[in-house]
């Protein structure tokens, strides 16, 4: 498999309503688990001869799980992009054991139902592949189990609660759940001093994902939730559904949904609420050119840039580690729009998860996932006298040099529990006029967890 | 009361786009007794179309009647070209509709690939807001009404008091009887082509303005509500699409303002199905061979 090979490229078409990076799980996606289920067997039979163990020979590819065409195809365009970033450093460093590493994109089409057939055609055919990563909440379901069955370290972007105390053994997971999310949409509110908040989430699964910890945060700081309401995805009015939002009067509104739906929301908002709108406040999963287009038309570019908050995982724009990420991401040529990937936090952790099972591999002196998964662990919480590294190359010196050591990467410190989870802080981040994210503020994780205490 | 009027304004206006589809969609298979799935792509056509004319510097309703003549020229050629002659070589009642689903698919994805998948928007066209009895309606909301009201009187008008509808009717009614009175049956079926077509590309235009922003699928995602207007109204009968539209409009808002409006849809739909137990062949009698056979 040619390094950047577009695997599986069906366009899938169906209205997954995406934008947004954690949507929905249809009764497709329910066939789609048991079809899985039946095709694990497979799935393993074919890794086993993809060249997964030792230390082998040729390019060592990264299997980018994700929606690389139809509506959600955006989300698979920044996950190439954010592995696209790491095998070039990976690659300039000198490569993993000596080996190239390169991404092999597999469209999971955004349907877990498309998933099911591809993955498991990639896990068989794929060569060398031996890491993962993407695999986001609409498909995760149906391919988180078919990775891990196949025995394949993974970092995932996924937001599903259910992922916060499993058991698959290689599973990793650098950002938060929905339902911290959720909280952490009230704790930007709470320093904004918005105490009246009405929350509008499309029903889908990541925006619904987000709702317990909307409301358990709500409670925590005190707050008056106005209205809490689910709303179905790109109908042609919310015209009932905006005059009992308007009636609540609150000071700023937790609103999920994908561009379609944001933007008829609050333009219908604006109509009937005398040409005004409060703030709103929403998931990185937004930040998107796709968003910032089709609301900005609808809303201006002052309510763009003033009244627009999206949260979401932090990195830290001041940190060597993101400076070097940085470069690779303006460096790599298959990406196409930088600043967005630069903005999503989310994103970033695919980079530094390659950055860690890269490291992790050259540790264990194996390719195989049974050999160097225990070593991802390691590496990014530490031993003691570990040296401290913020990049693949000062890692891979330290390694060659005997050293032990402990990554610390573009999203700060990584505290894996023992269900392999680090949540990680959070961040706040706006529009420029031109529609590139700027980071606002830090929520620190800590106060996160509080809020949902 | 003031929320239930107030949703009832919002459902008429929403309604009436489905109602301005549903009209061209039953009329058309009133006649033809084509069940014309394509309907929903060339819906996205239309919205695509004006997407594009206004940024050429039309206005939205010069973008609108572009678009719907457009889209009458191009259903009569999509009947012409390819259900005409299939209907000519015997494909069956089913094989038609399958090819119509066909030709959607492959239209919606000509679309993506010129267009992209992205969310388009036509921006801000809403206009000044308008309130009224109980009822807020923005402007552009009230020309959309009256464009539908207009359209409605001049199809009743086309229908009821000109020899042209009557031969349309006739056509209807029993083509083969029909062709052996001397009427031109194809050319009828040209026109009926055309007049749907027309009311596609308007309500697909019409749409495109209410929902602000849309995508590839606002078409096929839309084409479920104006069939089951279609379907309340009594398949093949105008008048009752309109209203059926209605119902699903007003239904949908009325639900929104008072329950869960993740639900809005199965309350609409629910009422539906207990309207047509009621009445299992649409709130006006099926009278045409197409209403006939689908209404049982």
Avoid at chain 1, 273 to 280: E, L, S, Y
Wanted: positive net charge.
């Amino acid at each position: 498999m040619r390094s950047g090979q577009l695997l599986n490229p069906t366009a899938a078409q169906r209205k997954a309503r995406p934008a947004a990076v954690r949507p929905r799980i249809t009764r497709r996606g329910l066939a789609a688990a048991t079809a899985a289920a039946l095709l694990l067997a497979l799935a393993a039979c074919g890794s086993a001869g993809t060249g997964s163990g030792g230390s082998g020979s040729g390019t060592i590819n990264v299997g980018v799980i994700g929606p690389m065409t139809g509506p959600a195809a955006e989300i698979g365009s920044l996950m190439s992009g954010a592995c696209y970033a790491a095998v070039l450093d990976v690659n300039h460093a000198g490569g993993v054991m000596g080996r190239k590493v390169g991404c092999a994109l597999v469209d999971d089409t955004g349907d877990p139902a498309d998933a099911v057939p591809n993955v498991t055609r990639a896990l068989a055919t794929t060569s060398n592949l031996s890491m993962a990563v993407g695999l986001e909440s609409n498909t995760a379901a149906t391919t988180i189990p078919l990775v891990n069955n196949a025995h394949i370290p993974m970092v995932s972007t996924n937001g599903l609660v259910a992922y916060d105390k499993t058991r698959d053994t290689y599973f990793w997971r650098m950002t938060p759940s929905d339902d911290q999310n959720g909280a952490a949409f009230v704790a930007w509110a709470q320093k904004k001093g918005y105490k009246r908040v009405a929350v509008v989430f499309q029903n889908n699964i990541g925006a619904q994902g987000n709702e317990p910890g909307v409301v358990a945060a709500v409670k925590k700081i005190g707050g008056t939730m106005t209205t809490n309401i689910t709303i179905p995805g790109d109908a042609s009015s919310y015209s009932s559904v905006v005059a009992r939002v308007i009636a609540g009067k609150p000071q700023a509104l937790i609103l999920a949904g994908d561009p379609q739906t944001s933007a008829t929301f609050l333009s219908q908002y604006r109509n009937l609420n005398g040409g005004t709108v409060p703030p709103v406040i929403t998931s990185t999963d937004s930040i998107t050119p796709a968003y910032f287009s089709a609301v900005k038309k609808v809303m201006g570019s002052a309510y763009m840039t003033h009244s627009m908050f999206f949260v979401g995982s932090y990195v830290s724009p001041t940190s060597h580690a993101f400076s070097v990420y940085k470069s690779a991401v303006y460096s790599a040529k298959q990406i196409k729009d930088p600043a967005t990937i630069l903005g999503v936090g989310v994103i970033a952790s695919i980079y530094d998860g390659i950055n860690l099972m890269g490291l992790a591999m050259q540790m264990a002196h194996s390719t195989s996932g049974p050999t160097y998964n225990a070593d991802i662990e390691k590496i990014a919480t530490g031993t003691p006298g570990a040296v401290v590294v913020d990049t693949y190359a000062a890692g891979l010196a330290a390694l060659k040099a005997g050293k032990q050591i402990h990554y610390v990467g573009v999203g700060g410190p990584i505290h894996f529990n023992a269900y392999h989870n680090s949540p990680g802080s959070f961040s706040a981040s706006g529009f420029d006029a031109s529609g590139n994210p700027v980071q606002l503020g830090v929520i620190p994780g800590t106060q996160v967890q509080q809020l949902l205490s | 009361m003031n929320v239930f009027i107030e949703a009832v304004g919002f459902g008429i206006a929403a309604g009436v786009v489905v109602a301005l589809g549903a009209v061209g969609f039953t009329v058309q298979f009133g006649i033809s007794n084509v069940l014309n799935i394509t309907y929903g792509a060339l819906m996205t056509l239309a919205a695509y179309l004006g997407y594009a004319l206004l940024g050429l510097g039309l206005g939205v309703w010069e973008a609108l009647a572009v678009a719907a003549a457009a889209i009458a020229l191009a259903s009569v050629a999509f009947n012409r070209l390819l259900i005409a002659p299939l209907v000519r070589r015997g494909t069956g009642f089913v094989g038609v509709v399958i090819v119509t689903v066909a030709a959607g698919i492959i239209i919606q994805y000509c679309i993506v690939a010129i267009a992209g998948p992205d969310t388009v928007s036509y921006g801000q066209q809403a206009g000044s807001t308008v309130r009224g009895a109980g009822f807020v309606f923005t402007t552009t909301q009230l020309i959309i009404i009256a464009v539908t009201v207009v359209a409605m009187v001049a199809l009743h008008l086309l229908l009821t008091r000109t020899q042209l509808g009557r031969a349309m009717r006739a056509t209807s009614a029993n083509p083969v009887v029909a062709r052996s009175c001397g009427i031109r049956t194809e050319r009828i079926i040209d026109l009926t082509w055309l007049i749907s077509g027309a009311l596609c590309g308007a309500a697909g235009v019409a749409l495109a303005i209410t929902t602000v922003s849309f995508d590839f699928t606002i078409g096929p995602t839309f084409l479920i509500y104006m069939i089951a207007a279609a379907v309340l109204g009594g398949i093949g009968q105008p008048y009752g699409a309109m209203i059926g539209g209605l119902v699903v409009g007003v239904g949908t808002q009325v639900a929104a303002a008072y329950s869960s409006p993740a639900y809005q849809d199965v309350y609409a739909f629910g009422l539906l199905i207990a309207m047509l137990l009621i009445r299992p062949r649409g709130l006006l009698a099926a009278g045409t061979a197409s209403a006939r056979r689908l209404a049982g």
